[in-house]
């Protein structure tokens, strides 16, 4: 099996983009990669138009952006990455917990939400989790996200598939949430068929983001 990046043993590193317009805060980030073993500091930019920029060129696996840059913001790349049709995995670094923001944040493709008061060594697992495929909110953004919902009548998943998803968005594979469960594999595609379904999503990380987006999951 070819190892992602970031895995243990002899995987490759993951390549990392991070994009603040606060110089400090990119050098802050910079050292903290600078003792990581399997993440390795790519691009950096401190407007939105270079971060796009750099993406194209230097292909990271994984970007950080912040949410407001001048130029272009977070949300906006990531809206310009869907258009371009490319599934960048993108971590929004913000230090505005405003729910709606995050709704938007999340309905546009974001993977993992990182407060900046947080401490760095939050936002090195959340680039590890989203490399693998998983899905990483902030546990205080969390919490904004699973506020007071509009009166919408929201999909009825099964426990299990909640608990399926929930692993899911921790960036594991079906083997490894099958392990967990003590179920087979099979029966992990199953409930996550059904979920999907009932969450009107094409892919798996899509139902994962909506059932984030609508507090089914936590």
């Known amino acids: 099996m070819t190892s992602l990046p970031g895995d243990d043993g002899d995987g490759p590193?993951?390549?990392?983009?991070?994009?603040?317009?606060?110089?400090?805060?990119?050098?802050a980030v910079a050292q903290f990669v600078a003792g990581e073993a399997d993440i390795e500091l790519v691009a950096r930019a401190e407007d939105g138009e270079h971060a796009l920029r750099l993406i194209e060129s230097r292909q990271p696996d994984v970007a950080i952006l912040d949410i407001r840059m001048p130029k272009l913001g977070g949300i906006d790349i990531l809206k310009r990455l869907g258009e371009a049709k490319n599934a960048l995995p993108v971590i929004l670094f913000?230090?505005?917990?405003?729910?709606?923001?995050?709704?938007?944040?999340?309905?546009?493709?974001?993977?993992?939400?990182?407060l900046k008061e947080s401490p760095l060594v939050d936002l090195m697992r959340a680039t590890r989790i989203v490399a693998r495929g998983g899905t990483y909110i902030d546990p205080v953004l969390a919490g904004v996200?699973?506020?007071?919902?509009?009166?919408?009548?929201?999909?009825?998943?099964?426990?299990?598939e909640r608990e399926v998803l929930r692993l899911l968005s921790d960036g594991m594979r079906n083997e490894q949430v099958a392990g967990v469960l003590l179920i087979s594999p099979l029966t992990v595609r199953s409930h996550v068929k059904n979920a999907m379904k009932k969450l009107e999503a094409?892919?798996?990380?899509?139902?994962?983001?909506?059932?984030?987006?609508?507090?089914l999951i936590t």
Do not use: W
């Open 145 to 160: 996200l699973a506020g007071p919902l509009a009166a919408e009548r929201l999909p009825s998943l099964t426990k299990r």
């Open 94 to 114: 913000t230090g505005y917990p405003e729910r709606g923001l995050l709704l938007e944040s999340l309905d546009v493709g974001a993977r993992g939400f990182v």
């Open 13 to 27: 590193a993951i390549r990392l983009l991070v994009a603040d317009d606060h110089p400090a805060i990119l050098d």
């Open 202 to 215: 094409d892919t798996r990380t899509q139902a994962v983001a909506s059932a984030l987006r609508q507090s």
